[in-house]
């Protein structure tokens, strides 16, 4: 799994909410919602964002491997 798939996964838990739960809070469809959480390399970055923007993050570039 990768780091944003953890970190989006993690925190839905913390928030109490189930995956059906989030999809419809943050508009975004189930099917994605799974792809993304168990870490489907190929997803919409845009997508990706507007779940990561659930809480208060989004994805920017970086340095593989970096932290």
Do not use: C, H, W
């Not at 953890?6 to 994605?32: H, V």
């Not at 923007?53 to 932290?67: I, N």
């Amino acid at each position: 799994m990768n780091p944003i798939s953890e970190y989006i996964k993690k925190s839905r838990k913390e928030a109490g909410l189930t995956q059906e739960e989030f999809a419809l809070r943050s508009g975004i469809g189930l099917r994605f919602i799974r792809d993304l959480e168990q870490g489907k390399e190929t997803v919409r970055m845009d997508k990706v964002n507007i779940a990561l923007s659930m809480f208060g993050m989004e994805a920017v570039p970086g340095r593989k491997g970096s932290k």
